[in-house]
T-cell receptor, first 114, second 112 residues
Framework: GAVVSQHPSRVICKSGTSVKIECRSL??????MFWYRQFPKQSLMLMAT?????????EQGVEKDKFLINHASLTLSTLTVTSAHPEDSSFYIC??????????FGSGTRLTVV | SQQGEEDPQALSIQEGENATMNCSYK?????LQWYRQNSGRGLVHLIL?????REKHSGRLRVTLDTSKKSSSLLITASRAADTASYFC????????????FGTGTQLKVEL
């Protein structure tokens, strides 16, 4: 079945640095990728939608200059958290529609900013 | 923004009992899905129910959908300790394309 590979699974970075998270579709072409953020014991909040070859669409309240999304090819979407701060520490997860009503999710990235 | 609110927020039951979780949503939907998430991990798709369906079954899972009340329920029968996880409903809304919006979630604990 359709698989999205997400890396890294865990990352610790210093405050002020940038972190890149990658999601690759392994056996299908993902024209769209959804990026979610999840704080502990909370639900998944949609941050943005990336579309191959065009600008990402951000949800209200999400800073597009802080969370840079690139969807350079049909198999790769990236989220870069720029100038990370401790409050950006969270679980980030990507998801791609797989046709019909299906979705496949990455395994998530646990970001800790110290 | 959150499309769905789930209740209860947390549920603790004994192994063998049934667990029922409810999801209420705000706007007209195309379909509603239920997902499971073990602590700190990715999501597992459980079941999808379309807006023109009222009930679906999959193994020990039973999902109902009442579009007039904008609500859905997930029933897990004969629960097992391995069912301990967080459960989320998620919807695609009418006119919203394929954007999937999650509910607030129910944390289920099944004790031996």
């Amino acid at each position: 079945g359709a698989v999205v590979s997400q890396h890294p699974s865990r990352v610790i970075c210093k405050s002020g640095t940038s972190v890149k998270i990658e999601c690759r579709s392994l056996d299908f072409q993902a024209t769209t990728m959804f990026w979610y953020r999840q704080f502990p014991k909370q639900s998944l909040m949609l941050m943005a939608t990336s579309n191959e070859g065009s600008k990402a669409t951000y949800e209200q309240g999400v800073e597009k200059d802080k969370f840079l999304i690139n969807h350079a090819s049909l198999t790769l979407s990236t989220l870069t958290v720029t100038s990370a701060h401790p409050e950006d520490s969270s679980f980030y997860i990507c998801s791609a529609p797989t046709g019909g009503d299906g979705y496949t999710f990455g395994s998530g990235t646990r970001l800790t900013v110290v | 923004s959150q499309q769905g609110e789930e209740d209860p927020q947390a549920l603790s039951i004994q192994e063998g009992e049934n667990a029922t979780m409810n999801c209420s949503y705000k706007t007209s939907i195309n379909n509603l899905q239920w997902y499971r998430q073990n602590s700190g991990r990715g999501l597992v798709h459980l079941i999808l129910i379309r807006s023109n369906e009222r009930e679906k079954h999959s193994g020990r899972l039973r999902v109902t959908l009442d579009t007039s009340k904008k609500s859905s329920s997930l029933l897990i029968t004969a629960s097992r300790a391995a069912d301990t996880a967080s459960y989320f409903c998620a919807t695609t809304i009418t006119g919203g394309g394929n954007k999937l919006t999650f509910g607030t979630g129910t944390q289920l604990k099944v004790e031996l």
